[in-house]
């Protein structure tokens, strides 16, 4: 369990020259995804590892409003989300059999920066046009992590062998991997539909 604030503040369009309704506003919320234990026992230790909670805090700006006599509707929001101990996925070895399989691992701070836009539009009577695009710039900013390679040598300094078999080392070698791009994230989308009913 957490406990997880949230405020927003909003201005209410209420018609004019720009819009016919709509409001702006100001966001800022908290979240958490919960912690749990790891499925590779832990390379150095040989226990099961336990990652930690995530935890997010979301600033996000935005306008929501209908245009041309309600015939346009146009959602945007600019955001960042700062995580602390985000559970990202790498790769584990069984130090006792060198099996290989998924561990999840805690990158200490990252975050994500971006833009969404959304926009309905109803030109004729009956045709529905949609559009969405989102831009999406991620990093993590500070994570430690071990990485696995199996070698027939000994492994350098910063590295803990498991010999798995005669002369075949499994080594953990501790990883800095700041800096580096989020997984799985993309940097841009697009969406295009057209309906006529």
Same mark, same amino acid.
């Given at each position: 369990?957490?406990?997880?604030?949230?405020?927003?503040?909003q201005?209410?369009?209420?018609?004019?020259?720009?819009?016919?309704n709509?409001?702006?506003?100001?966001?800022?919320?908290?979240?958490?995804?919960?912690?749990?234990?790891?499925?590779?026992?832990?390379?150095?230790? &040989?226990? /099961?590892?336990?990652?930690?909670?995530?935890? #997010?805090?979301n600033?996000?700006? !935005?306008?929501?409003?209908? =245009? *041309?006599?309600?015939?346009?509707?146009?959602?945007?929001?600019?955001?960042?989300?700062?995580?602390?101990?985000?559970?990202?996925?790498?790769?584990?070895?069984?130090?006792?059999? &060198?099996? /290989?399989?998924?561990?999840?691992?805690?990158? #200490?701070?990252?975050?994500?920066? !971006?833009?969404?836009?959304? =926009? *309905?539009?109803?030109?004729?009577?009956?045709?529905?046009?949609?559009?969405?695009?989102?831009?999406?710039?991620?990093?993590?900013?500070?994570?430690?992590?071990?990485?696995?390679?199996?070698?027939?040598?000994?492994?350098?300094?910063?590295?803990t062998?498991?010999?798995?078999?005669?002369?075949?080392?499994?080594?953990?070698?501790?990883?800095?991997?700041?800096?580096?791009?989020?997984?799985?994230?993309?940097?841009?989308?697009?969406?295009?539909?057209?309906?006529?009913?």
């Open positions: 369990d957490d406990w997880n604030p949230m405020a927003s503040i201005y209410l369009f209420d018609g004019g020259e720009a819009f016919d709509g409001n702006a506003y100001i966001t800022i919320a908290t979240g958490f995804l919960s912690g749990g234990l790891s499925e590779s026992l832990d390379f150095i230790t &040989g226990e /099961i590892p336990v990652y930690k909670p995530e935890q #997010a805090t600033y996000e700006i !935005g306008v929501k409003a209908d =245009a *041309l006599d309600s015939t346009l509707r146009l959602n945007t929001a600019v955001f960042y989300t700062q995580y602390d101990d985000r559970q990202l996925t790498g790769i584990g070895v069984n130090p006792t059999n &060198g099996t /290989i399989s998924s561990v999840t691992n805690n990158a #200490a701070k990252s975050s994500i920066a !971006g833009l969404e836009v959304e =926009a *309905l539009w109803l030109p004729v009577t009956n045709l529905d046009i949609t559009f969405n695009a989102t831009f999406n710039h991620g990093n993590i900013e500070e994570f430690d992590d071990i990485t696995v390679a199996v070698t027939g040598e000994l492994p350098a300094a910063d590295c062998p498991a010999e798995v078999g005669p002369g075949t080392f499994v080594d953990g070698c501790y990883v800095d991997r700041s800096d580096e791009d989020l997984p799985g994230l993309p940097t841009q989308t697009y969406y295009l539909a057209a309906q006529y009913f």
